[in-house]
């Protein structure tokens, strides 16, 4: 609809005129006759047509040559949109699928309809809320139809959603509220991950319904054998129990557990009695050795503050160290080293993990000769008592701010005097402080070379930053995190496998399963020049070609079944072959199996908050009714200009062809 329409010229009015002239002297040229012979047989009116029509249309096509520009206020109207959403998971039968069947021929002469659907091997109701609410922002939402049972086992709860949606959603209740008899697992909290040798926690909800007085038991199995069981009673006829249960991780790799509650006779649904789960279980046993020439406080400090984690083990090495078990060990702390008082083979500890100590009794000469990012010149025997100032820009890993300022409060190190040159691929994590004056001088610089992490301490006397923790705050908890947080960064090596896969080890059977791979050349730089394959065997062996992207590889796998998959990835770079093999666990969600009540009081709430109103399958047809008494639901008109050249216009070639044609057809009845 246009209110009003304007022509708009770039050029001076007055060439409007000069395409008028030309238009009239065209005109003229072309039927102007000294003998007027050949127009007698011809009436006058068509006469003076010809050379009206070709005046017209020579000046359409000069007016055409300025490209004028149309000016147009545009009214539009939009009706209220109406998004019929359709629960299809698993919970829902076929036969519900009613807002897909219905015939909405009455709804759409006044509404614009829309048709969503969600769910399926679970159902996240809020998620659905949410994506309408961000979808329909700013158009004219006027009404959400959500045809459920309720059940919901994903996401936050509907009706905490329902407050991000403006309009109301009127409920279309689904399903069978009856509770009938029937045991089932129906939550389960766990971590996807445990270390090798530790207890890990799992927590099992049962639930059960009109089987009060009975007894169950309740069993977790591993790789077909029992690792726990344990009587349940049920105590009524709606009876839930969450167990605590202590599992130990004795075995590295994907662990399946399935968590089992024995049916009883004549239950509803048997499928929800079972469920399994996958655990990662790390080997993250590390050993850890100190080594000093002379016993000294800050080693009894160190191996109090690492041995908290029961994943290292830690081995102190006095005056003589072991060949045999340093090339055992995943990180050396070195205090006081090098010195003359103990021998080892410095070139194979240059290349392993360290934290160095850097005392009084440390040959500086022997230090720098190490290269292991930090130089020290020193001037005379001398040291100076310094503080931690933390750096800001350090990136390598986090500490509170709290802890922070609590370690700038520790009492001095004593630090070798002289002046320091830090390596580039080193970070500083404390500057020194001389008394009150803050320096560039390294006092924690943590950093790696070649793959290999190193980080390094200038000055002795760390017990008394862990006793002053203790008389601060009670507690070594701030020393002690500094330490983990250094042998976690050390202890932690790169991987310098040429070809690599990185994934997720555990999915669910819902979750797609991405893949991506690295390659590196000769120099340990990203190509991705070489096909890579990847063979995954599960039930049956598939391979499949990795994708190139960017530097590296990707492959979206979809949705697995659930189960256990190898996969080998493999490819060839200049004559030679490079593979890498992994394992990954897809876990079965049989979540719409483990609830089969419907929710109809959620459904109420969610209409009743809203504005709405909840309704039986029966009652589809009353819809256009309840939406037509309501107010707010009306259609849209809002105005804009638009602006479109004159010769994009289709009616202005239109008007040339029949101004053309016309003539045209005079000029052949009246001539031949």
């Known amino acids: 609809m246009f209110d009003t329409m304007q022509l708009l010229f770039d050029y001076p009015w007055y060439c409007i005129f000069l395409c008028l002239l030309g238009g009239a002297a065209y005109s003229a040229a072309l039927y102007w006759h000294k003998d007027k012979k050949d127009d007698s047989a011809m009436p006058r009116a068509m006469r003076i047509a010809l050379p009206v029509l070709r005046f017209v249309t020579i000046t359409i096509i000069a007016l055409l040559l300025m490209a004028p520009m149309v000016k147009r206020h545009v009214r539009e109207s939009e009706k209220p949109v109406v998004v019929l959403a359709q629960d299809v998971s698993e919970s829902v039968k ?16 006044k509404y614009e309809v829309v048709i969503d659907t969600f769910g399926g091997k679970t159902t996240d109701i809020g998620a659905e809320l949410q994506d309408l609410a961000n979808r329909y922002a700013g158009m004219n939402l006027g009404a959400v139809v959500l045809a459920t049972d309720g059940i919901f086992n994903q996401g936050q709860n509907p009706t905490t959603m329902a407050t991000n ?27 996807r991950m445990a270390y090798l040798g530790n207890e890990f926690p799992i927590e099992v909800t049962v639930q059960a319904y009109q089987m009060n007085g009975e007894k169950a038991t309740l069993s977790v ?20 129990t969450t167990e605590s249960i202590a599992l130990e991780a004795d075995k590295a790799g994907l662990q399946s557990y399935t968590i089992a509650i024995a049916p009883g006779k004549g239950e509803f649904s048997e499928q929800n009695n079972v469920r ?5 279980v790390i080997d993250g046993h590390q050993k850890i050795a100190i080594l000093a020439p002379t016993p000294h406080a800050d080693i009894s400090a160190l191996r109090q503050a690492i041995e908290k984690n029961a994943n290292y083990e830690v081995e102190v090495m006095l005056e003589k160290a072991d060949a045999s078990k340093l090339k055992e060990c995943d990180l050396l702390i070195l205090h006081n ?19 160095y100590i850097v005392g009084t009794q440390t040959d500086i000469g022997r230090f720098n000769a190490l290269h292991c990012g930090l130089e020290i010149v020193a001037k005379a025997r001398k040291t100076d008592e310094v503080t931690a100032s933390h750096n800001n820009g350090f990136g390598l890993f986090a500490l509170s701010d709290d ?38 001088r390294p006092l924690i610089a943590l950093g790696q070379k070649e793959g290999v992490r190193r980080a390094i301490v200038v000055g002795e006397g760390l017990w008394r930053w862990r006793m002053h923790d203790y008389l601060m705050n009670e507690s070594h908890d701030n020393f002690d995190q500094l330490v983990e947080k250094m042998v976690v960064y050390t202890s932690l090596q790169n991987n310098k496998d040429r070809l690599h896969v990185n994934y997720e080890h555990i999915y669910r059977e819902s979750e797609p399963v991405v893949l991506e791979a690295e390659f590196y050349n000769d120099n340990f730089e ?13 039930e049956k062996q598939q391979t499949y070609d990795f994708n190139k992207s960017g530097t590296g590889y990707a492959l979206n796998l979809g949705t697995l079944a659930p189960g256990h998959y190898s996969f080998t990835a493999s490819t060839v770079w200049n004559g030679k072959r490079f593979s890498t093999a992994g394992s990954l666990m897809v876990e079965e969600m049989n979540l719409e199996q483990m609830n089969l009540v419907a929710d109809h009081t959620m459904l109420n709430t969610l209409a009743q908050t809203t504005g709405g109103k909840m309704m039986g399958p029966q009652d589809l047809d009353k819809l256009a009714e309840l939406l037509a008494e309501r107010n707010d639901m009306k259609e849209m008109v809002y105005s804009h200009t638009k602006y479109t050249e004159l010769l994009n216009l289709p009616w202005i070639f239109v008007l040339l062809m029949l101004l053309l044609a016309a003539e045209w057809g005079i000029r052949k009845y009246f001539y031949n």
């Open 94 to 109: 076929e036969t519900e699928h009613m807002l897909i069947s219905h015939d909405w021929k009455e709804l759409r002469k």
């Open 165 to 191: 949606m403006t309009v109301p959603i009127y409920t279309v209740a689904l399903g069978d509220t009856t509770h009938y008899r029937d045991a089932m697992v129906t939550n389960i909290r766990y971590n």
């Open 221 to 240: 199995t591993r790789g077909g054998q029992r690792v726990f069981t344990k009587e349940i009673n049920y105590t009524g006829n709606h009876f839930s």
């Open 276 to 280: 399994t789960i996958a655990i990662e």
């Open 337 to 355: 080293m090098p010195n003359t008082k103990m021998n080892v083979n410095w070139a194979e500890i240059g290349q392993m993990p360290a934290i």
């Open 403 to 440: 802890i922070c300022k609590q370690l700038e409060q520790m009492p001095p190190l004593s630090a070798p005097f002289g002046s320091y040159r830090l390596a580039g691929d080193m970070q500083c994590l404390f500057y020194a402080k001389i008394g009150t004056i803050a320096s560039d």
């Open 526 to 538: 990203p190509i991705n020049t070489p096909d890579v394959q990847i063979t995954i065997q599960g």
